[in-house]
């Protein structure tokens, strides 16, 4: 019973440590990623068209159309230089995105009194030694320009923009260290896009169905375009985290299994203390399927006893640690202080069925040899 009631517990804290763990890259990636993502099927950036974003904004279920020019470029501040991932965005980033929820220094949104400014990931941030006090100093953006031969002139070889800081965002440390979101003008005269965009991200009201707005979208824009959901941009990570999730599931059922052996033999045991009683009930007339059924039910009195102990204990320490967070994650630098926990039913329900199985099957045989062996010696 006890091995049962701790594999118990030990399944249900290890899967909901899983669905903290997708849950908090969902809320994260959230912060940065669309409802939905519209692209060009093929090339980098297409020609936009007025009549895109009237069509977007007509289909039901989209709050808000966002265009959007994203390229890499070489940013300068003081001495230090690297390259970044720029995105621009338009308005609608400012009134839909969750890019407001991380940021943790400077103000919102990107552009205020009519002058632009830049929202700069805390890598880069290291990295440039970047100063939101420091008025002074401006973010100098290159672009390589589209030139042809015969351009001797190193400043004609790439635009040069200046663009003051005015927000660090911390989401995740790939974005964190690669991007800075700038207004969408900005980036069309730093990358001399004229009337191009390289994406339009689409923001959904609450009650949309993602599947069917990505769905309209695509016939409505045609083979022309490709229309990914926010989700699916990060489809291989989840999938993996799923597949961990699987494999934790599986190994410890299987240590469970294995350490379910103690119920065989303790049932095994348990029949042959109980000759004498056996013995008894077969003289008084019980069937061998009486015999077989009491120790079975035995082996379902110890699954169930075992895994109702197991899944109090599983499900009250995952909620201890979801409301209080008694275990942290051990590192100042950590996105969350502790260990994300997110109970689901359905990881409780196969929890419990399969440990209940499991018991189970160790019965079958102890209560067969009790039935079997007692009925065939009895009184000869």
Do not use: W
Request: with cysteine.
């Amino acid at each position: 019973m006890v091995v049962v009631a701790i594999g118990t517990m030990c399944l249900i804290i290890a899967l909901s440590v899983f669905n903290g763990l997708e849950g908090l890259l969902r809320s994260m990636y959230g912060n940065f990623d669309p409802d939905v993502v519209v692209f060009p099927a093929s090339g980098k950036s297409f020609e936009l068209d007025s009549s895109h974003i009237v069509t977007l904004k007509s289909i039901e279920g989209v709050a808000g159309v966002s265009e959007v020019i994203e390229d890499n470029v070489l940013v300068e501040y003081k001495e230090a230089q690297r390259l970044v991932r720029m995105k621009g965005v338009s308005r609608d980033f400012d009134e839909y995105s969750g890019i407001r929820n991380v940021l943790v220094a400077g103000d919102f949104p990107l552009v205020r009194d009519s002058i632009g400014y830049a929202l700069v990931g805390r890598g880069v941030q290291y990295d440039l030694s970047l100063s939101l006090q420091n008025d002074f100093y401006t973010l100098q953006m290159y672009y390589p320009k589209d030139i042809g031969p015969g351009v001797v002139n190193p400043t004609r070889m790439y635009n040069l923009l200046n663009i003051i800081p005015g927000g660090i965002f911390a989401i995740e440390k790939y974005y964190d260290d690669n991007y800075i979101f700038v207004p969408v003008e900005f980036a069309r005269e730093l990358l001399d896009y004229g009337n191009r965009l390289t994406a339009f991200d689409i923001y959904l009201t609450e009650d949309a169905n993602p599947i069917h707005v990505k769905s309209d979208i695509q016939s409505s824009l045609g083979e022309e375009f490709q229309v990914k959901l926010g989700e699916e941009l990060h489809g291989d990570l989840y999938k993996v985290l799923r597949i961990e999730k699987l494999f934790v599931f599986i190994i410890l059922v299987a240590i469970i299994g294995i350490a379910s052996i103690n119920i065989f033999f303790s049932l095994t045991m348990l029949v042959i203390e109980k000759r004498k009683d056996i013995s008894i009930l077969f003289a008084q007339g019980a069937s061998s399927t009486l015999i077989r059924n009491i120790f079975l039910y035995e082996g379902c009195i110890v699954a169930f006893t075992g895994a109702g102990i197991g899944l109090i204990l599983g499900v009250g320490i995952s909620l201890v640690q979801q409301h209080f967070g008694i275990v942290g994650m051990g590192m100042d630098s950590a996105v969350l202080n502790s260990y994300p926990v997110q109970i689901e039913i359905l990881d409780v329900l196969l929890t419990v069925v399969a440990i209940i199985l499991i018991t189970f099957i160790a019965s079958i045989q102890p209560a067969k040899k009790a039935s079997k062996s007692f009925s065939t010696q009895t009184f000869q």
